[in-house]
């Protein structure tokens, strides 16, 4: 049997991560995905690599593509709770990453701005 590649290592705490990032137990996500709470811990703890079959229910489940669960691509993750207008800035603020470098420090230094002038209204109205 052929070792596993070093890589595959991370697969258990990233599948745990997405798992909890959508507010799923391993009982719920088990349910979803047609699996066992069992199978999930162990694909969790780095014991294994699921089937392909599995790792395409689990994607399924957790909204992200098997490239993203098998780490082959980052996880597009949001968090359960988060509102449309919160998931409307994040993708707003990765679009930044394609920017050249100067106008993300322009953007950064326009959102401190902003920041600023709030905290400092806050507490006018506060004292």
Known sequence: MPRRKKEDASFGPRLTAIRKARGLTQVDLAKAAGSTQRAISYYENDDGIPPASA?????KVLK????ELLGLKPPKIERANDGPETRRLWKRFQMM??????D?????RLINSLVSL???QRLRKAG
């Open 64 to 67: 992200v593509s098997a490239d």
């Open 104 to 108: 993300q420090r322009a953007v950064v």
């Open 97 to 102: 990453a394609e920017l050249p470098e100067k």
């Open 118 to 120: 709030s905290a400092r």
């Open 55 to 59: 790792v395409v229910a689990l994607a």
